[in-house]
């Protein structure tokens, strides 16, 4: 940045003079912790951390940081404790305030069963109120459902209950963000409620998606037990 400012000598006589100002741009701190029993990196970019158990570096206020994990051979990265960063690719901060950011690694030997406390994580007759109408997919979000399923959970035990079916037809549980399998996941018919317990791969997003494959609107009621992670 430069500024300008008029100069006067011994007879008055006026002129500019240029002269350089050195500005310098707040800067904060992003903080990496790598937690877990398996192992691997975190890198930046723009560049400043490549780490492993816990760094930090200095990035400009206002910026925008990518982070990315690779796991070691042996692990999996597992996820991130970012809430904007719910599935397991990159991870974006604007940097506004100072922030720390985990990264979970755990060993790569399949994963484990944990049980959760029993909760709805969807119920299309609450909220909006609005069924399923024929041949619509929706996606229902497991990850920030609020039943706090963990960071870094790889699938969900859910019961799929369908209610108030218009007419006969079945509901198909997919992972979010792949083409509608051609597998029924409960089938029903209207005047009944149908439900079914199944696994759910949790998809892109931390969501799992519904399929109504019926000729009518239905309603879907999502229940979750436990996550493998």
Same mark, same amino acid.
């Given at each position: 940045?430069?500024?300008?400012?008029?100069? @006067?000598?011994?007879?008055?006589? /006026?002129?500019?003079?240029?002269?350089?100002?050195?500005?310098?741009?707040?800067?904060?701190?992003?903080?990496? &912790?790598? *937690?877990?029993?398996?192992?691997?990196?975190? @890198?930046? &970019?723009?560049?400043?951390?490549?780490? %492993?158990?816990?760094?930090?570096?200095?990035? #400009?206020?206002?910026?925008?940081?990518?982070?990315? +994990?690779?796991?070691?051979?042996?692990?999996?990265?597992?996820?991130?404790?970012?809430?904007?960063?719910?599935?397991?690719?990159?991870?974006?901060?604007?940097?506004?305030? +100072?922030?720390?950011?985990?990264?979970?690694?755990?060993?790569?030997?399949?994963?484990?069963?944990? $049980?959760?406390?029993?909760?709805?994580?969807?119920?299309?007759?609450? =909220?909006?109120?609005?069924?399923?109408?024929? %041949?619509?997919?929706?996606?229902?979000?497991?990850?920030? /459902?609020?039943?706090?399923?963990?960071? %870094?959970?790889?699938?969900?035990?859910? &019961?799929?209950?369908?209610?108030?079916?218009?007419?006969? =037809? !079945?509901?198909?549980?997919?992972? /979010?963000?792949?083409?509608?399998?051609?597998?029924?996941?409960?089938?029903?018919?209207? =005047?009944? *409620?149908?439900?079914?317990?199944?696994?759910?791969?949790?998809?892109?997003?931390?969501?799992?998606? #519904? @399929?109504?494959? !019926?000729?009518?609107?239905?309603?879907? *009621?999502?229940?979750? /037990?436990?996550?493998? $992670?």
């Amino acid at each position: 940045v430069s500024a300008t400012c008029r100069a @006067y000598d011994a007879e008055a006589r /006026s002129g500019f003079l240029q002269k350089g100002v050195v500005v310098y741009a707040p800067s904060y701190t992003l903080q990496v &912790n790598r *937690i877990g029993s398996g192992s691997g990196l975190v @890198y930046s &970019n723009p560049s400043g951390l490549s780490c %492993g158990s816990v760094c930090s570096a200095d990035f #400009a206020t206002g910026s925008t940081v990518t982070l990315t +994990a690779l796991a070691s051979p042996g692990s999996r990265f597992a996820g991130w404790s970012e809430p904007s960063c719910l599935d397991l690719g990159p991870c974006t901060i604007l940097m506004t305030a +100072a922030h720390p950011v985990t990264a979970t690694f755990q060993p790569d030997g399949g994963a484990l069963f944990y $049980q959760v406390t029993p909760c709805r994580i969807a119920d299309t007759r609450t =909220g909006s109120g609005v069924p399923l109408t024929a %041949g619509e997919i929706r996606e229902f979000a497991v990850t920030a /459902s609020g039943c706090g399923v963990p960071i %870094g959970a790889v699938a969900a035990a859910l &019961n799929v209950s369908v209610t108030d079916a218009a007419s006969v =037809g !079945s509901v198909t549980l997919f992972p /979010s963000g792949i083409q509608t399998p051609g597998t029924q996941t409960v089938s029903f018919s209207p =005047g009944k *409620i149908r439900s079914s317990s199944t696994v759910i791969k949790i998809g892109a997003g931390g969501a799992v998606s #519904a @399929y109504n494959g !019926s000729a009518g609107p239905a309603h879907v *009621i999502l229940d979750i /037990s436990g996550v493998f $992670q």
